[in-house]
Nanobody, 126 residues
């Protein structure tokens, strides 16, 4: 079973910075397409950042320009650098991963994720 272990959440003042990490481990052993989601109290989960095999990145409008997703060379660990944090960023943050798919066209990422982290709380106070 693959496990995603998240770290880096916590409490910060408005305008502050946090860096979240997500490490995939276990079996099967794969490289992963990875992404970050968040969920505000009483709302549905929101996709905020995804990174693809070729390094292409997509952000939601709510975090674009402030958050940066990255992945190490093994594609087993993802990071979310969060700058200029706002109270609206207060949420549970979840890491998600899906094994990189081998296709006739080369490695590709699917639109869905197979594995999820337990969530890490981010609180931004004014």
């Amino acid at each position: 079973q693959v496990q995603l272990v998240e770290s880096g959440g916590g409490s910060v003042q408005t305008g502050g910075t946090l860096r979240l990490s997500c490490a995939a481990s276990g079996y099967p052993d794969n490289s992963y397409c990875m992404g970050w989601f968040r969920q505000h109290p009483g709302e549905e989960r929101e996709a905020i950042a995804r990174i693809y095999v070729n390094g292409s990145i997509i952000y939601s409008d709510s975090v674009k320009g402030r958050f940066t997703i990255s992945q190490d060379s093994t594609k087993k660990t993802a990071y979310l650098q969060m700058n200029s944090l706002k109270p609206e960023d207060t949420a549970m943050y979840y890491c998600a991963a899906d094994p990189i798919a081998a296709t006739p066209w080369g490695p590709r990422c699917r639109s869905e994720f197979s594995y999820w982290g337990q969530g890490t709380k981010v609180t931004v106070s004014s």
